[in-house]
Nanobody, 128 residues
């Protein structure tokens, strides 16, 4: 069973930066698609960014140019560098893994999340 543990969340002012980390254990994740998702209070969970097994990345439009997803296979760790943060980025951020072959669809289609592995989340709060 794959286990994912997020860290790095916190409170920052608009325009600031945070770096989220997700340590994966229990499985060799290098062949999986890895991603970050978020859920704001009163809203549905949404995809943010994904990286597939060969390192290709996908982002939703709202974070393009501001967020960068990366991974270190030697450390079994996934990262999300978040720059130029906005109040609307405030949410619980979740790390996830799946064997999907199309990371862009995985980000956008909740129907593809049923068999994904999920972490417990880390809170990001951006004040104006």
């Amino acid at each position: 069973q794959m286990q994912l543990v997020e860290s790095g969340g916190g409170s920052v002012q608009a325009g600031g930066s945070l770096r989220l980390s997700c340590v994966v254990s229990g499985y060799t994740y290098s062949s999986y698609c890895m991603g970050w998702f978020r859920q704001a209070p009163g809203k549905e969970r949404e995809g943010v960014a994904a990286i597939d097994s060969d390192g290709s990345t996908s982002y939703v439009d709202s974070v393009k140019g501001r967020f960068t997803i990366s991974k270190d296979n030697a450390k079994n760790t996934l990262y999300l560098q978040m720059d130029s943060l906005k109040p609307e980025d405030t949410a619980m951020y979740y790390c996830a893994a799946d064997s999907v072959k199309d990371p862009k669809s995985w980000l956008l289609l909740p129907g593809l999340w049923r068999r994904s592995y999920w972490g417990q989340g880390t809170q990001v709060t951006v004040s104006s």
